[in-house]
């Protein structure tokens, strides 16, 4: 097992970083299960702003480290990667958010909770392998994970199908077909950020291995 630790003694402000940035993307779908239970609960929609700002000035300062740090724990073009990856994870939460306020007439009673079960299990496992990268780069131990991963979302997928076909059984008016179809659409994309990071990961760790 390769050791970037032992590699680079005690430098740590990208793994530092990362995880923060895994930290926010987790916490901002916490926030969406606040929100889910009571649509029209200001509390959690400010969460979720405030979750998707304060990662965002964390990719700034991924970014702006990636070109002044001398020696870097990982490739430069891997890190700003999984930078931008994790980042997309609270943004697309907070677009489904935005989208919620706009009509949330059409969402009340609706059950999205199987989706957001999906993406916390999700998240977890997109910090558990952004934290796997500080001590090492296990090979086993990140497919094991991705796998995972690519699990969650072949059950995000055989949701939607589920989905789709309630949509578009003729129990809903046009109006509100319309807004779930882009709500439901919306988290299965985050299930797809979760995807892409947990891809970056595994390909940072075979090339290093």
Do not use: W
Not at 1 to 24: C, H, N, V
Not at 129 to 143: A, C, E, H, Q, T
């Amino acid at each position: 097992m390769f050791s970037l630790q032992k590699l680079l003694g005690k430098e740590d402000k990208f793994f530092t970083l990362l995880e923060a940035s895994a930290e926010e993307a987790r916490t901002s779908v916490q926030a969406l299960v606040k929100l889910s239970r009571d649509l029209d609960k200001s509390v959690a929609l400010d969460e979720l702003s405030y979750s998707r700002r304060k990662d965002r000035e964390i990719t700034k300062e991924i970014t702006t480290a990636v070109y002044t740090t001398f020696i870097t724990a990982i490739e430069r073009e891997d890190i700003e990667e999984l930078s931008n990856a994790l980042y997309k994870i609270p943004k697309t939460v907070e677009k489904f958010s935005e989208r919620v306020s706009m009509a949330p007439q059409h969402a009340r009673g609706i059950d999205f909770s199987k989706q957001i079960s999906l993406l916390e299990r999700a998240t977890d496992i997109v910090l558990e392998l952004v934290k796997s990268l500080r001590n090492g780069m296990d090979l086993d131990k990140v497919r094991e994970l991705n796998d995972k991963l690519q699990f969650l979302e072949g059950e995000a997928d055989k949701q939607m199908m589920a989905l789709y076909k309630d949509l578009f059984g003729g129990q809903h008016e046009p109006t509100q077909v319309i807004v779930l179809k882009d709500l439901y659409e919306l988290l299965e994309k985050i299930i797809d950020r979760c995807r892409d990071a947990g891809n970056v990961i595994s390909h940072i760790v075979l090339k290093n291995s």
